[in-house]
């Protein structure tokens, strides 16, 4: 066993091999604290014939007992991979894939497992550090080392693989994969830093990877095994020459025509005409050789002649329209709209219930901010089988979610669970952008009450690196997407940024690249708030008139117990009457939620009346409870009675308590005194004019006064009628 390891930040990573797995082609186990995780590499033994890709696979898991816990469910063991894992899967493969060499065409497998958690560091970074190791000293050739850290601000300080508790504080959560020499992959979250924020972030995570690089570079040395070779496919010179000559100018041609479907059409059709003018043996070779073309044409065209292949300046954003309210049921809608790229976002308004719970390997939580991605196929004019969401859909919807969960209204503000639904109607570029425009769009239409809009744009490169040549293109469309060497997204509110997500195709990009390309896409996003801006600039004042209206309250802690009742017998009762909705939380707020008004005021005037405190010097008519020889308890509020003493019954001495209430009877009373205690202590003498209300006994039988005179507050005279016209009869 051989182990290394380093202090990054304020703990030690460290790496370790030849104990577990050792029959994996190269396995370690990277650990950050308690954090651990076991990374493997294999490869098959015979390169796949007929291929012209990388066959990669990549996979991450978790496993519960790896914070000593068992699976939540049925079948009590892990299910499909969560939302954690596929986006971790897609951390480790998006900086690893272009550092294979070209025809490396074995089946090549990463399996990362999650053996050890705990409350303070993350895997994500760890996994991808891990797979470069695995790598590294497998036989798998691989051309450069790479490690990942994650990055956080912390009053203004940045700090290098913060810990969970310190990620909550921090206004950037940064993951930057990269090798010695540059920067090959970025995914961050950000509550609206700065451009500068951003490049600082990257210059402090670049130096702890190149220090983890030389920690790997030395284990390689030490226990590395001998690399595959490679051999590159001969090529037919002759072959290659006659195809270019060939098809150049016509396939240019093709490229320039703007429009997608058109575009795709004239460039199939330009090939199939190219392809069968040579001899049936030599159509595959010559096939291959045209995507080579077309990529070359790309480049010279941006390159050498500084221009796109649609006509576009370098900065330039495609043509903008934007729709809000377009169905008429969804609590909020947009269509957005840029070039061929179009997304129908939709924002939908719940309560608490329908809050998405997450169940992670460090425990539950719920999720009150959702944004799910979907591409059919008909966005790109294609037939296939409608399925669940892959890794992409996964990783589009993810990042869309980042970029607006900094502008979401607190709870405390907007107690509502929202969830956001971006389906792509038509695709040529981008489509993650446009849901993170349309979803902020359709949850002001919904009114949400954003701190801010939102927009995002994806940011292209084409790089020679034999000649430093380099350029960078806002709003990348078709081509430039896909032999491009740089795929940018970019998202943020006028103030700052909120996400970024960048994937590289070359060997890196150097900070005057990250600079120029930050500092351009902060441009095309003004530009793109502008345009989101004429259509539908702040959210509305008012949501939807199909959403759930809710309402809070706020009751004392100690009354949570009055609202639920034993076994919820109460709040289920509440809810059988009123037909609301009713969350209760820890601090005593409670959120109504109903589209009737009427019945939430109905809820909210139970749950007051069963929650009320008396108040000093307040009125209330009490139902007398209890009857003693010194006095009555009187229930003021359900639950809260007082004692009502006999010497405040009436304006003259009471001899007998009972000859003067019985029990049930409905009296007014005063609130005179409340002790610390809670006790309440009312009077009825208060309330009475002198001669009014009880009538006092006297020796010999007879009253002492004729009726009484009647008021207006309820008390013993009024509309009751005198003492002896009651249903208790006359005294005797």
């Not at 957005?336 to 997304?343: H, K, N, S, V």
Request: aromatic content about 4%; charged content about 30%; overall charge neutral.
């Amino acid at each position: 066993m051989l182990r290394r390891e380093l202090t990054i930040g304020s703990s030690t990573l460290s790496i370790e091999t030849g104990k577990l797995a050792k029959q994996a082609d190269g396995a370690v186990i990277i650990r950050q604290g308690d954090t651990m995780v076991l990374v493997t590499a294999c490869r098959s033994a015979n390169a796949r014939e007929g291929i012209d890709f990388l066959p990669l696979t990549v996979d991450y898991r978790e496993s519960a007992y790896a914070s000593g816990r068992i699976p939540g469910g049925f079948f009590k063991r892990e299910g499909k991979p969560a939302d954690k894992e596929t986006l971790t899967c897609r951390l480790i493969d998006r900086p690893i894939r272009p550092l294979f060499p070209s025809g490396w065409f074995y089946e090549t497998q990463i399996i990362g497992m999650l053996i050890s958690a705990d409350a303070e560091n993350d895997s994500d970074v760890l996994a991808i550090t891990g797979a470069s190791a695995a790598l590294a000293i497998s036989t798998i050739p691989f051309e450069q080392t790479i490690a990942a850290v994650r990055i956080g601000l912390i009053d203004g300080q940045f700090i290098v693989n913060p810990s969970y508790p310190q990620r909550k504080t921090s206004k950037i959560d940064l993951v930057v994969a990269g090798s010695a020499g540059a920067i090959m992959m970025v995914e961050s979250g950000a509550e609206e830093a700065t451009e500068e924020e951003m490049i600082t972030a990257l210059e402090t995570a670049h130096a702890a990877i190149k220090q983890i690089v030389a920690m790997i570079d030395d284990l390689k040395k030490e226990v590395g095994k001998a690399k595959t070779v490679v051999t590159a496919k001969a090529v037919d010179a002759d072959l290659k020459k006659a195809v270019e000559t060939k098809a150049y100018e016509p396939l240019a041609a093709a490229m320039r025509i703007r429009e997608k479907l058109e575009n795709y059409a004239t460039v199939d059709k330009v090939i199939g005409e190219i392809v069968k003018s040579f001899p049936e043996d030599q159509q595959s070779a010559a096939k291959g050789f045209i995507g080579g073309l077309k990529e070359r044409i790309l480049r010279e065209e941006i390159l050498d002649r500084g221009q796109r292949l649609d006509g576009r300046r370098f900065d330039e954003i495609r043509s903008i329209w934007t729709e809000v309210g377009v169905l008429p049921r969804a609590h909020g809608s947009c269509v957005f709209t840029r070039g061929e790229t179009q997304a129908l976002v939709t924002a939908t308004l719940g309560t608490d219930d329908d809050a998405q719970k997450i169940e992670k390997v460090d425990g539950e939580s719920y999720k009150r901010f959702m944004l799910h991605y979907n591409f059919p196929p008909f966005s790109v004019g294609e037939v296939k089988f409608l399925r669940g969401p892959g890794r992409r859909e996964i990783g589009h919807g993810a990042l869309a979610e980042r970029a607006l969960a900094p502008v979401m209204p607190s709870q405390e503000a907007f107690p509502y669970t929202v969830r956001v639904v971006s389906d792509i109607l038509e695709s040529n570029g981008s489509s993650s952008m446009a849901s993170v425009c349309g979803g902020a769009m359709s949850m002001m239409d919904a009114g949400v009450p954003l701190k801010a809009p939102v927009a995002g744009v994806a940011m292209g490169l084409v790089m020679d690196e034999q000649t430093g040549k380099w350029a960078v293109l806002s709003d990348i469309a078709g081509a430039e997407d896909h032999y491009g060497d740089m795929d940018f997204k970019v998202t943020g509110t006028a103030t700052g940024i909120t996400a970024l997500q960048m994937d590289i195709k070359v060997g890196g990009i150097t900070m005057d690249i990250m600079r120029k390309a930050l500092e351009q896409a902060r441009q095309g996003r003004l530009h793109i708030l502008g345009k989101m801006a004429e259509t539908l600039g702040t959210s509305r004042k008012d949501i939807s008139t199909y959403a759930p209206r809710i309402i809070t309250i706020k009751i004392p802690v100690e009354k949570i117990r009055d609202v639920i009742g034993p076994g919820g017998k109460v709040i289920r009762s509440i809810v059988e009457r009123t037909g609301v909705k009713i969350d209760v939380e820890d601090d005593g707020r409670i959120n109504i939620a109903s589209s009737d008004d009427v019945a939430a005021q109905k809820a909210i005037a139970i749950i007051q009346e069963l929650t009320a405190t008396p108040e000093q010097d307040k009125v209330y008519m009490g139902r007398v409870e209890r009857i003693t020889d010194f006095g009555a308890f009187i229930e003021v509020m359900p639950g809260v009675d007082g004692l009502l003493h006999v010497s405040e019954m009436a304006n003259y001495r009471v001899a007998n308590v009972r000859d003067e209430l019985k029990e049930g009877e409905q009296i007014e009373v005063k609130v005179i005194n409340i002790d610390p205690s809670g006790k309440v202590r009312l009077s009825r003498k208060v309330l009475l004019k002198e001669g009014e209300g009880m009538t006092p006994r006297y020796p010999g039988g007879g009253d002492a006064h004729g009726p009484s005179g009647g008021d207006d507050r309820g008390g013993r005279g009024g509309d009751r009628g005198p003492r002896r016209d009651r249903d208790r009869g006359p005294r005797r």
